[in-house]
């Protein structure tokens, strides 16, 4: 599908694991900013309180945040970073969120409403959602056509993914039938560890086409990177982490096309 021709909306993909340190925000930012290379125009959402995307990008104290724009006080303005690469930061107020949205109506549809006319400007909008599975990740998954779930090759890493599917799952039946699973891919991979190969081919039997060739490697560019406030092709072009990120982009494309 072309996202590009004239009418069509914007995909909206949730990056999603409730384990945390994962690499959730580190594959936000860098997938966003592989599409942005492949030609793409592109929306990074920070949708966790810790605030950490909206950190490493090196923005504080912004004019528009994402808690402001649910609270219903600000219409989105997402912020340019580089050509066709924008951002709606959060603010650490975006705790809050959780109990003062729990009480209104619709209260699972408050970010999906918000963002409906930032569709027609975008061709991706990505959120990176905290490592919860809460009232704001309910949200997230309302608003977004997949889920894309980073994990690490852990025994632990697998449990928790079934209790995440489960939700995926509530919320296509209840909330969002468009809802798909685009894809699991790993993080931190480091071939080395037999533990890490093992959990790879346990994950790659249970989960089958939806398990990505590319595998992100462990690679210290991509911790660094965000203490320069970039992402990984202007940081460090010639990293492993910037090669991993750019094969993960192709293969998201790729599968895309064939979709
Ligand atoms: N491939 C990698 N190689 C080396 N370090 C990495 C890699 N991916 C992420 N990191 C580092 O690991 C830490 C956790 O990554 P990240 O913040 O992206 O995870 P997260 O899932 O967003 O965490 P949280 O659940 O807290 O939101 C960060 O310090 C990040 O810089
Ligand atoms: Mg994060």
């Known amino acids: 599908m072309n996202n590009n021709n004239l009418g069509n909306m914007g995909k909206v993909i949730a990056i999603s694991n409730h384990k945390g340190g994962v690499g959730k925000t580190t594959s936000a930012i860098n997938f966003g900013a592989g599409l942005v290379k492949a030609g793409k125009k592109v929306l990074l959402i920070d949708f966790d309180p810790q605030t950490n995307l909206t950190q490493s990008l090196d923005i504080s104290d912004p004019e528009n945040d994402i ?12 912020i340019k970073l580089l050509k066709n690469f924008f951002v709606i930061p959060a603010v650490s107020a975006l705790s809050a969120a959780e109990i003062e949205l729990a009480a209104e109506a619709g209260r699972e549809y408050i970010l999906s409403e918000a963002i409906a006319d930032l569709k027609a400007t975008f061709d991706y909008i990505i959120i990176d959602c905290p490592p919860s599975l809460g009232l704001l990740t309910i949200n997230a998954f309302t608003a977004s056509d997949e889920v894309l779930i980073p994990m690490q090759a852990e025994y632990l890493a697998l449990q928790g993914i079934g209790k995440m599917l489960g939700l995926v799952d509530k919320i296509k039946k209840r909330l969002n039938p468009n809802l798909q699973i685009s894809g699991i891919f ?74």
């Open 67 to 78: 808690y402001s724009v649910l609270k219903g006080e600000q219409k989105p303005e997402p």
């Open 186 to 259: 790993i993080t931190q991979f480091d071939s080395r560890k037999v533990l890490n190969r093992y959990v790879f081919e346990t994950i790659d039997s249970h989960f089958g086409d939806k398990v990505y060739e590319t595998k992100i490697r462990n690679n210290i560019a991509l911790a660094e990177a965000p203490n320069a406030g970039q992402d990984i092709f202007r940081y460090q072009s010639t990293s492993n982490g910037a090669f991993d990120y750019l094969q993960l982009t192709k293969e998201y494309l790729r599968r895309e096309a064939k979709s």
